[in-house]
Structure formats: C-alpha cells, structure tokens
C-alpha cells in the first residue's frame, strides 16, 4: 500500500530535550516535505527536499533541521525544543513538482 | 509573495444544501491550484487540483475553477452530505513550495 509514515504519532517532551521525527514514504516520490499546522494558521511549510542530500527552507525553518541521506526518508530533527513548536506535523512527499501530494498521519507534539 | 486567503469558517449545512467555499491567492507566476479535505484524526487528502487557467477540477460532487482574472478557485458542491463533514484547504504550489489557506470546518447535519 502506497503511503506516507511518521513516527511518533504523539509526543510529549520537555523544553531543551533534543527530539527526532521520522518520516517514510514508500513511493519512491522525489519531493518530500514537513508542514506544521496550527490553529487560524493551517499549513506552513518547514522545510522541503527535491532529492537525496537536497533540502530548502519553507516558510518556518527556524528551530528545525532536516536531512534527506536516502530517498525514502525525510526526518525532522528539533535540536531544542520550545514551547512554541507546540503544534500538528505532517510530513508530505510527490513524485516531482506537478504532482499531488501525499501526507502523513500526522505527529502532534507538546513541548512543557 | 504566495498567500491563499479563504473563507473563514466554521460553515454549518443542512444535508442537500448548496456550498461554496470561497478562495482567493496572490502568486508571482502561474501556479497550480489544490483544494485538500482533512477528516478527524487523519492528514490531508487531495479533493482536486487545476493546474493551469480556466481549468475546472472536480472529484466525488466537488468542482473548482482556477479563475485567473479573479485569482480565485472557489469550491462547490450542489448538495452535501453528512460524510462531507470535515476540514477543506485551498492551496496553491509554484513549484517546490506549496502555500496553504487555514482551513474552513464544514458541518453537514441531517
């Protein structure tokens, strides 16, 4: 089955403790990105990936790294984490540029 | 910049109801055109997309037309159902970069 994986699907940890989410996608998709969706705001991107070793910033970039080392996986790490990074992640990949995307479940986190 | 403005919710219909949410962009270029549907618990879904002008998408009762001279890609449906209840984003993409609007609640009550 075609689909997007994220890990953890909740998490709640403490402000400072550095953190990792992991997303998988199975398609074999060149595009992959990480969203954060909050209250009044909707989706904003964090960061994306055109390709192995390929990655931009979106619009929200700050507190977060990325990496992309292998085409499957696009992992979003918070070195340290505040309380403001309280929010929804989705984690999203596509084939290229002029295809839909596909999104994760989602991994809601709570920085205290 | 990119930006997606749509109508602000939460839109609550009668089953069989007309609906329409509104949306409007501003985009440098000529992007491609989205509405998703988020139901409870569950990441986004692709209701459909336009990619070019005068273009109308449409999928399961949905229809959206990319309206250049408007800038807007309004979503209809001629008559909703209970199942439809959910969140819908309209969203447009220049390329590598998608830009979301914040969501309207719909709520179809029988």
Redesign the interface.
């Known amino acids: 089955e075609a689909q997007v994986t994220q890990n953890p699907r909740y998490l709640i940890t403490v402000t400072g403790k550095k953190l990792t989410v992991t997303c998988s996608q199975n398609m074999n998709h060149e595009y992959m990105s990480w969203y954060r969706q909050d209250p009044g705001l909707g989706l904003r991107q964090i960061y994306y990936s055109m390709n192995v070793e390929v990655t931009d910033k979106g619009d929200v970039p700050e507190g977060y790294k990325v990496s992309r080392k292998e085409k499957r996986n696009f992992p979003l790490i918070l070195e340290s984490p505040s309380p403001n990074q309280t929010s929804l992640y989705f984690c999203a990949s596509r084939r290229d540029k002029s295809y839909e995307q596909y999104f994760g479940p989602g991994t809601r986190l709570t920085v205290t | 910049g990119n930006s997606?403005t749509q109508m602000e919710g939460p839109v609550t219909l009668s089953e069989e109801a007309f609906l329409t949410i509104n949306c409007t962009y501003t985009a440098t270029g000529y992007p491609?055109l989205?509405w998703y549907v988020q139901y409870p618990?569950?990441?986004?879904?692709?209701l459909l997309?336009a990619?070019k002008a005068d273009d109308k998408g449409s999928n399961k009762g949905f229809e959206a037309t990319y309206r250049k001279e408007t800038t807007s890609f309004h979503l209809e449906k001629g008559s909703v159902q209970v199942s439809d209840s959910a969140v819908y984003?309209c969203?447009l993409?220049t390329?590598?970069?998608?830009?979301?609007?914040?969501?309207t609640s719909l709520t179809v009550i029988p």
């Open positions: 997606v491609s989205f618990g569950e990441g986004l879904q692709l997309k990619t984003f969203a993409s390329g590598n970069q998608f830009y979301f609007g914040t969501g």
